[in-house]
């Protein structure tokens, strides 16, 4: 045992030997242009992770053990270009590097890419597309920043996984819609200079606000005092999604009483953006005040109000954009001489939050917060059930339709269809308001109902969150993170009348499909602008949770171990009666729905040297569907999903990381599985098979769910970028993965027109395993370099490929649906190799893009002038970023006549990238 003993003492001697007690590290940090020094600048040794931050005279030391050798020190501050210092320890030695310098990020890099990540890349319901690039804008990885600012506008995903995966807070207040699980970005869109303060964690990595999702988490701070005093004003032009922007900011910084404050107005117009008439219309305001009420206690309050309208542009066939372009889009025509879109998103959800600061004492926070969001959210469109589809795109309008006739190709009224397509091919609103005239007309047999109306989806949301998190430095290498969480929710939704399009009756609240009455204790009901019209019905959430964390750091190895809980419940109320779906189907408040979540991960960092390290993370958690995905047909009933369950997902990551004071690399692989998972979808169907359709018909408009879905994920990603010369930098990400469906899940549909009790039929297994998921290339790497001269001018380049992209699928098609006619019966003429052909998933071509970007700055004495370009796509390739088949042909004989036609009638839509575009941005800082 002595022996032992001693051999152990000789071995913690020798450890501690490699350091030494009386070593010294000292510095300052000065500003590069004017030789001030610079307070709060956070510097790290890269080897050990150990952290100082400057005092009022930019000088630090770091206390206790430093490492001998040759190190790395990370000097670091928001607004300052971050700089990397190597140095070397010796034994019993004072290592001084007083005057080291930092220089103010005058190319503002970070705002030039902002305008594509928040306003029209991002996922809105009516797209098969989503984007996380705004979770990543903070982030320091190359990889992730290359993912946000040149992949976003080929809606890439990360690891191909919707940005619910990750978790967007402001002041630790979670920002992901329950109803969805996505952040709704342009909440606070047009802010830009006060929302710059964010704290990344990526992936599974431990993050000290809370839990977070296998994409990580993003934390934006408003906190007044965080702000660098001063002011801003900036312009924008762009043809992207507005034409201009404008914004002001100002910071107080801590004046007299401990007060603080911060403010900034916004304005992004135009009255289309790349593509036609997809108008732009958003003001921002902002306001932060702190009151720093003693060492220990601080109070800020922030509001956020951010209303906003946008036209969006249509996904359309091939054919379309052979005639039409990329351009085109079918949701607008000309009114009164100005171009009128019928489709608009409407955002308008102001936030209110109060939060308190509390230092227990030098170890210990506790951050307590609360925070109110109310509300509209509103998408428009055209409701024609006493008309035609008005849709100047509608399939009977083009020229496949009579190339597809049953008799033979109609080339004549191809080339009709064509040439009426070209020259015009947009909405006829004066069509539309003369068929409501007509029908007010007396003379035609008495006013009738409009045959059109404008309405919108609503969904007005009213939610509080209350949560408190604790941040605890138990001792030198041991942090406590803790956090517990409440979240209520009412969400009232419904359709409203927004525009009568010229009737002076009003519209009839009843199924022009097939009959039945929205509202059935009030039938036949007239209803006008501002009336709710369609369905009317309100969700609940209430959502408790909280989750504790410990991180470990130590000389050769750092890691994590972390756990949390979540209770959720969900209720649908339905304020009208369906006559579809009789009494409490329908009416009345359904049955309360309880899901219990659970969360565990832990990885750690090992240090081969200061310039090589590994690191890995593991996780595993179940968690509430959305509540998109729980109600199978919420407009009309409140059944539920049947068999839901919590979703499970599991993930695993190894990197090697190499970081010298030329290069810095970081490899990749990853590992996800995402299982019994839900999804609900709507659309109109055709080639039906069954018996329980009314009329024994073959079409309806369902909704599709989709039960019990496993997603694999699985691939490399690889950032590295190496500052060649004081002036150069070469930069290189690449991403390679497999998305792909792991099961077959099973698919029914549900509809108003299908006889069965509950309005259902079930089509059993949807057989989408080794399908590919779609949402973006699954492949993609970047090149580039950026020059940046010591007299404030600076540009670089980039060439982007992306392949390996596929369309969405429709589910249907790969059931027993497929190759069942009307009857049931199998079709007698089925082929299978045609079948196979047929059920191919398109894989969507390889493309490149580059980008182009430069900018110069001017400092004059205290203030700052800076101007910037971008050029997107300089090459103007015509590019695909997604796309889905369309549910119309649902059968085999619908599927393979529709594609043995000269042009496909229903054929998959496309989304397209933009062509050559530009950013220009001046601004004045002070």
């Not at 819609?177 to 599974?204: A, C, F």
């Not at 795109?393 to 083009?398: E, R, S, V």
């Not at 969150?465 to 942090?479: A, C, G, P, V």
Request: hydrophobic share 30%; no cysteine.
């Amino acid at each position: 045992m002595k022996k032992s003993f001693f051999i152990l003492l000789f071995g913690i001697f020798t450890v501690l030997t490699s350091f030494a007690q009386d070593t010294i590290v000292k510095g300052s940090v000065l500003d590069g242009v004017t030789g001030e020094p610079i307070p709060d600048v956070t510097i790290t040794i890269e080897e050990t992770g150990q952290v100082v931050k400057t005092d009022v005279n930019g000088e630090f030391q770091f206390p206790g053990i430093v490492p001998l050798g040759e190190q790395v020190l990370k000097i670091e501050k928001d607004g300052f270009i971050t700089k990397r210092y190597p140095i070397v320890v010796n034994e019993g030695k004072t290592v001084d590097i007083s005057g080291m310098t930092l220089n103010i990020d005058v190319s503002d890099s970070v705002d030039l890419f902002t305008i594509s990540l928040t306003d029209d890349e991002l996922n809105d319901d009516t797209s098969a597309s989503d984007n996380i690039s705004g979770l990543l804008q903070s982030s320091q990885d190359i990889f992730q920043r290359t993912a946000a600012f040149e992949f976003s506008s080929s809606f890439f995903r990360v690891r191909g996984l919707d940005s619910d995966n990750g978790s967007v807070l402001i002041n630790g207040i979670e920002m992901n819609k329950i109803y969805n699980g996505r952040p709704q970005w342009s909440n606070w869109g047009g802010l830009n200079d006060v929302m710059r303060n964010q704290e990344l964690t990526s992936g599974l990595t431990p993050s000290a606000y809370n839990f977070g999702g296998i994409l990580g988490t993003s934390n934006i701070s408003t906190r007044a005092t965080a702000y660098r005093q001063g002011g801003r004003v900036t312009y924008s032009s762009s043809n992207r999604s507005y034409a201009n922007r404008i914004m002001a900011s100002y910071s107080s910084g801590l004046v007299e009483g401990g007060w603080a404050y911060t403010f900034s107005l916004g304005r992004r117009w135009g009255n289309e953006g790349f593509q036609d008439a997809s108008l732009y219309d958003s003001n921002s305001f902002f306001a932060s005040v702190e009151k720093k009420i003693n060492d220990k206690h601080s109070i800020n309050f922030t509001s956020i109000y951010a209303p906003n309208r946008r036209g969006k542009s249509s996904p359309n066939t091939q054919e379309v954009y052979d005639l039409k372009g990329i351009k085109y889009n079918e949701y607008w025509g000309y009114l009164d001489g100005e171009k009128r879109n019928s489709r608009i998103k409407e955002v308008e959800e102001p936030i209110l939050m109060l939060n308190h600061y509390w230092d227990i004492n030098s170890k210990t926070s506790l951050n307590t917060n609360v925070g109110y969001q109310f509300g509209k959210l509103g998408n428009s469109r055209l409701d024609y059930s006493g008309g035609g589809n008005p849709s100047p795109a509608y399939y009977q309008d083009l020229p496949s339709y009579y190339l597809a006739d049953d008799d033979g190709p109609d080339n004549a009224g191809a080339y009709i269809a064509e040439q009426n397509f070209i020259n015009d091919g947009q909405l006829d609103w004066e069509r539309i308001l003369d068929a409501n005239v007509t029908n007010n007309d007396p003379t035609n047999g008495g006013a009738s109902p409009a045959a059109y109306v404008l309405y919108e989806d609503r969904s007005d949301d009213k939610q509080l969150t209350i949560n408190s998190i604790l941040s605890s430095e138990i001792n030198e290498n041991i942090l406590l993170n803790a956090s517990v969480n409440y979240k209520r929710l009412k969400s009232e939704n419904f359709g409203e009348i927004i525009d009568l399009l010229g009737s002076n009756v009003g519209a009839l609240n009843v199924d022009s499909f097939d009959g039945f009455q929205y509202d059935a204790q009030n039938p036949d009901r007239i209803v006008g602008e501002g009336d709710k019209f369609r369905y009317n019905y309100n969700l609940f959430a209430n959502i408790i949770s909280g989750y504790a964390q410990g991180q470990f750091k130590y000389n050769k190895v750092d890691f994590y171990v972390s756990a949390s809980v979540t209770n959720t419940t969900y209720q649908r109320e339905g304020l009208w009666e369906h006559s579809r779906f009789a009494g409490e189907e329908s009416l009345g408040k359904g049955d309360e729905l309880t899901f219990t979540g659970i969360g565990a991960k832990g990885g750690f960092t090992y240090k081969i040297t200061g310039k090589h390290l590994i690191d890995v993370n593991a996780g595993y958690i179940t968690r509430a569907p959305s509540l998109r995905n729980t109600f199978s047909n919420s407009r009309e009933n409140s059944s539920v999903v049947r068999g839901i369950t919590e979703e499970k997902v599991s993930s695993i990551d190894a990197s090697y990381i190499f970081r010298s004071p030329i290069v810095k690399a970081k490899l990749t692989g990853y590992y996800s599985k995402i299982a019994d998972a839900n999804e609900v979808g709507f659309y109109y169907a055709d080639g039906l098979s069954g018996f329980d359709i009314e009329d024994n018909d073959t079409s309806a408009f369902v909704q599709e769910v989709l039960q019990g879905i496993d997603k694999k994920h699985i691939g490399v990603e690889l950032g590295i970028e190496a500052q060649v010369t004081p002036t150069i930098k070469l930069k290189g990400a690449a991403s390679v993965g497999q998305y792909t469906y792991d099961n077959n899940p099973n698919l029914y549909l549900t509809s108003a027109s299908f006889t069965s009790t509950d309005g259902s039929i079930s089509y059993g297994q949807a057989n989408l395993k080794d399908y590919k998921i779609a949402g973006g290339p699954q492949r993609a790497g970047s090149i580039g370099f950026e020059y940046r001269d010591p007299d404030y001018w600076w540009f670089g380049a980039t060439a982007n490929f992306f392949s390996n992209a596929y369309i969405d699928i429709n589910t249907l098609t790969r059931t027993e649906n497929f190759y069942l006619d009307a009857d049931g019966l199998p079709f007698n003429d089925y082929d299978e190799d045609i079948a196979t052909g047929l059920l191919k998933q398109e894989k969507i071509d390889d493309y490149m893009v580059v980008n182009l970007i430069g900018g110069k700055s001017w400092r004059i004495d205290d203030y700052y002038i800076g101007f910037f370009a971008s050029v997107g796509n300089i090459l103007d390739k015509q590019y695909k970023t997604g796309g889905f088949e369309q549910g119309r042909n649902a059968n085999y004989r619908e599927l393979r006549d529709d594609n043995s036609n000269p042009q496909r009638v229903f054929g998959p839509k496309y989304w397209y990238g933009r062509g050559t575009n530009y950013f220009v941005n001046v601004y004045f800082r002070f």
